[in-house]
């Protein structure tokens, strides 16, 4: 079962605009992570954010993690077309087992 | 590195045939993962190997499912007999889990039809 719940389950933008996407998640954790699916693709992985971490920026993407809430939000600046995507949290384990939300597709205008 | 390779692309099959999924791993992980996609269930994990080893197999769904990770480089799916609701998208996914990174690499899937 999934484990996580994303905020958009879908959102739609202009390009250059920016584009926030919320995760909660219910178990334990040792990271939090971020991946991408483009349509008809597997996963690629953007970001991970350590569970004694708050904030982490890669490039145009900032990701936040509050344990307290059990939230992560993830953050992509000046959005391109190219950016039209499905994104993914998953919550991982020391071991390497990851839970995933169900995900938010992204699109962005251009 | 070629990265995480699934056989074959797609699969049409009908209802009652086994159907079998392979996946190779990219080469010194250690960790082999497979998922399953829909649309009304999401991404879902059904087994988990760590050194050929299953670890946790609590997300098969049934014993129609079994998979199989004979060596490093090679871990097997199979359905038998197949049902329409196993028609899905696949995943495997390998990694490292070395002291600074957690992520793992996704195959390109194989989409399962049953008829």
């Known amino acids: 079962s999934q484990q996580g719940e994303e905020d958009p389950q879908a959102l739609s933008i202009q390009e250059g605009e920016n584009a926030t996407m919320n995760c909660s998640y219910k178990t334990s954790i040792n990271n939090l992570q971020w991946y991408r699916q483009n349509s008809g693709r597997g996963l690629v992985h953007l970001i991970l954010?350590?569970?004694?971490?708050r904030e982490k920026h890669s490039g145009r993407l900032r990701v936040t993690l509050d344990t307290s809430k059990k939230s992560s939000s993830l953050l992509i600046t000046a959005s391109r077309a190219a950016d039209t995507a499905s994104y993914f949290c998953?919550?991982?384990?020391?071991?390497?087992?990851?839970?995933f939300g169900q995900g938010t597709i992204l699109t962005v205008h251009p | 590195d070629a990265g995480v390779i699934q056989s074959p692309r797609h699969e049409v099959t009908e209802m009652g045939q086994e159907v079998t999924l392979r996946c190779k791993p990219i080469s010194g992980h250690d960790y082999l993962f497979w998922y399953r996609q829909t649309m009304m269930r999401g991404l879902e994990l059904l087994i988990y190997?760590?050194?050929?080893?299953?670890?946790?197999d609590s997300g098969m769904p049934e014993d129609r499912f079994s998979a199989k990770m004979p060596n490093a480089s090679f871990s097997t799916l199979k359905i038998q007999p197949s049902e329409p609701r196993d028609s899905a998208v696949y995943f495997c996914?390998?990694?490292?889990?070395?002291?600074?990174?957690?992520?793992?690499?996704f195959g390109p899937g194989t989409r399962l039809t049953v008829t």
């Open positions: 954010i350590r569970s004694n971490e």
């Open positions: 996914a390998s990694s490292y889990p070395g002291q600074e990174t957690y992520e793992q690499y």
């Open positions: 998953a919550g991982g384990t020391s071991y390497g087992k990851l839970t």
């Open positions: 190997f760590n050194n050929n080893v299953p670890i946790d």
